[in-house]
């Protein structure tokens, strides 16, 4: 049985997603670390991935971060100095000190020796109702580099245009819902969809995440027991206001 978290927002879905991992997740073993996992699949879907900002004061995500990087992606960059000059412990996750072997818009871009990018716009121009606009960020190599550092997590990207709206499903291997799902994915991809969409002279219709592993590792899970509904922005006037938006604290 597959689990469903269907929002507004990466708020609502936060909210829920935690939940359902409380109630219904299983303590396991993990590579690094006790984890808590969802025992099926999850899906989440955004209705408004546009609504892309976390609010949360405990998690306290940085917007500014996050988008930074996804510029970085979208430009098919792989090299670490832009990220670790705002974030140093990214350079844990670099094999040679130089480059992040797993970044995503470098397999977006170049990584195949193909812009996949510029290669699902050309399609979908030409026809609309195509199903097969795909973009790969796993390929067969990391099978057989398991001492790498940073393999993607998300390993696919599936692109359809229904009712002159933008549809983008995300397939991801191993998500951990705190740091990646309801974190930075959900700024990078919506980012990456939003661009398309610009691209297409489309608008957005919804972002779907296909979660295999939907777990959050134990110690940092423990730190969001109990959590009440947070203050979501987007539904009041109150992003109007610039300084709702200043972060504290280290990027993250």
Known sequence: MAYVV?????NGAWQRGLELLWLQGVQRKSRAGDVRELPSPTITIYLKPQERVLFD???????????FEAIWM????EDLAPMAAILKRMSDYSDNGQTLQGAYGHRWRRYYFI???E???????????SRRAVIAMWGTGDLANQKSKDLPCNTHLYFK???DLLDMTVCNRSNDIIWGLYGANAVHMSVLM????ARLDLELGTMTTLSDSFHAYVDVLEKHRNRSPQYDYYTTEAW?????????GTPS
């Open 6 to 10: 269907q929002a507004r927002n990466v």
């Open 57 to 67: 004061p405990v998690r306290d995500a940085n917007p500014f971060f996050h988008l």
């Open 74 to 77: 979208l430009a098919g960059r």
């Open 115 to 117: 812009d996949q990018v």
């Open 119 to 129: 290669e699902v716009i050309k399609l979908l121009k030409k026809d609309k109702q």
């Open 161 to 163: 245009v229904r009712d």
């Open 194 to 197: 939003e661009y398309m969409a």
């Open 240 to 248: 109007r206001d610039a300084d709702n938006f200043v972060p504290v």
